[in-house]
């Protein structure tokens, strides 16, 4: 039997208004992933085949955002705001094309699990037409309610259109649904807007299956897997909901966290095993760690790879394009930005390497720092392997420094150094006996009165 093929439909048209921002509001992120990346995330999860998000107009933002995470999506203006079935049919194109599943889903919506859509799924391959996905908030004032007989979803019921009896339904409408692909064209376009704000609502479709004689049903998910956002509390809600799982799977997969309230991660951070990261990390986008890291406190990194057995910080930032070899040491204040460290090098205080490329057991003394910016353009240092670059030295890119040259303390240097040899760039020392003393005479301190 062929597997069922899924077509998934995001709306992420929504402006967000109650967030206060220039931003859309599914551009905002969550563990360092945006809301609609979140939910291309989820569908890929569940095994959708093709991609369709509806966004709005001018919204190439948008767009751009939802390409970086599907490059292969269809993407759907709406041009006019007039309900959520009138957002899925703006899909049309890509709903006339076959699919066994249709997965409709809210880019609002980021925490939503692959294996609750899959859930979906399996309702409609045991025959249902519509699943609706349900949850019981703490309090259901103010959500549309399920109701369901003899296992069967029979209507969405909207509070203000509530009997008092069916107010006391705590099962709620989560907004997410998933359509038989053979039926959802017909059910979409049998959508009508006899309402008060004469819109297309998608809740719609469960009455149109039941007139038709097609089966519908209700399943269950978690409150806090189905809970949006449309504030900037709300997404502060996400991303404690998002690093706990994040925190939890780092501490299941061989991590140890030393206090896990207090590191943040990024919904692609890779971590090996036998890792340990002391108090209040931070772990942006684009972070790999290997085997045998110990990450002292109060570090930041950011698109950096960091090699096995590498120790780091505290007070420690990894700027993109940070690559650490095995062994690595990199100290207290030390910043390294696109810059490659082979194995066992050692920065270990007070030092800044950017646009660089180190070789296998170079030395970095505190305060050496690679000049890599002229005011206009970026320029690359060449520091070989066993180099020993010495306190305080500025190494003036682009230079390069052969393998085990030695750098003076307190030089600058300007030109390449060749390999093995010894470079101080800095004035002689002058000494003048007595000078202080006759200083001392000539200007005498102010009566501090």
């Not at 009508?192 to 269950?220: H, I, P, Q, S």
Request: proline share 4%.
């Amino acid at each position: 039997m062929a597997p069922r093929t899924c077509l998934t439909v995001v709306l992420a048209a929504g402006e967000g208004t109650r967030m206060k921002s220039d931003l859309p509001k599914v551009l905002h992120a969550a563990a360092g992933r945006t809301l609609v990346g979140h939910a291309i995330g989820a569908a890929r999860g569940a095994g959708t085949d093709r991609l369709a998000v509806v966004v709005g107009p001018g919204r190439e933002d948008v767009v751009a955002e939802v390409r970086k995470h599907a490059p292969e999506a269809q993407i759907f203006v709406q041009e006019d705001r007039r309900g959520t079935a009138h957002a899925v049919l703006q899909a049309r194109a890509a709903l006339e094309q076959p699919a066994d599943d249709l997965l409709i889903l809210f880019a609002d919506t980021p925490l939503i699990e692959p294996e609750t859509l899959a859930r979906m799924r399996e309702a409609l391959a045991e025959g249902a037409s519509v699943a609706v996905l349900g949850f019981h908030p703490e309090n259901a004032e103010g959500y549309g309610r399920l109701i369901v007989e003899n296992g069967l979803l029979t209507a969405i019921r909207e509070d203000r259109d509530a009997s008092a009896d069916e107010k006391k339904i705590g099962f709620c409408n989560a907004g997410l649904m998933a359509l038989a692909g053979k039926d959802a064209l017909e059910l979409l376009d049998g959508v009508g807007n006899a309402n008060a704000k004469r819109e297309f609502y998608l809740t719609d479709v469960v009455g149109l299956a039941r007139a038709a004689g097609w089966k519908t049903v209700a399943l269950e998910a978690d409150e806090a897997e189905v809970q949006g956002v449309n504030t900037r509390a709300q997404l502060a809600a996400i991303e404690a909901v998002v690093q706990k799982k994040l925190r939890a799977a780092a501490m299941e997969g061989g991590v140890t966290l030393v206090a896990p309230e207090t590191v943040f991660l990024s919904a692609d951070t890779k971590f090996g095993r036998d890792i340990l990261v002391e108090p209040h990390v931070f772990f942006g986008p684009g972070v790999t760690v290997e085997d045998g890291v110990t990450i002292r406190a109060y570090c930041h990194f950011e698109g950096a790879h960091i090699g096995k057995d590498v120790t780091i910080g505290p007070f420690a930032r990894l700027r993109p394009g940070a690559l650490l070899g095995a062994h690595t040491r990199i100290g207290n204040f030390v910043e390294i930005k696109n810059a490659v460290l082979e194995n066992d090098v050692k920065v270990n205080h007070l030092a800044y390497v950017g646009d660089a490329h180190v070789g296998a057991d170079a030395n970095i003394g505190a305060g050496a720092i690679t000049c890599n910016y002229d005011g206009a353009r970026k320029h690359h240092t060449e520091i070989g392997a066993g180099a020993f670059v010495g306190v305080n030295s500025a190494l003036v890119a682009p230079v390069t420094i052969g393998d085990g040259a030695y750098i003076g303390t307190g030089s600058v240097i300007t030109k390449d150094v060749p390999a093995d040899a010894l470079a101080v760039a800095r004035a002689r020392q002058m000494v003048k006996e007595g000078w202080a003393a006759q200083r001392r005479k000539t200007h005498p301190k102010k009566d501090k009165s």
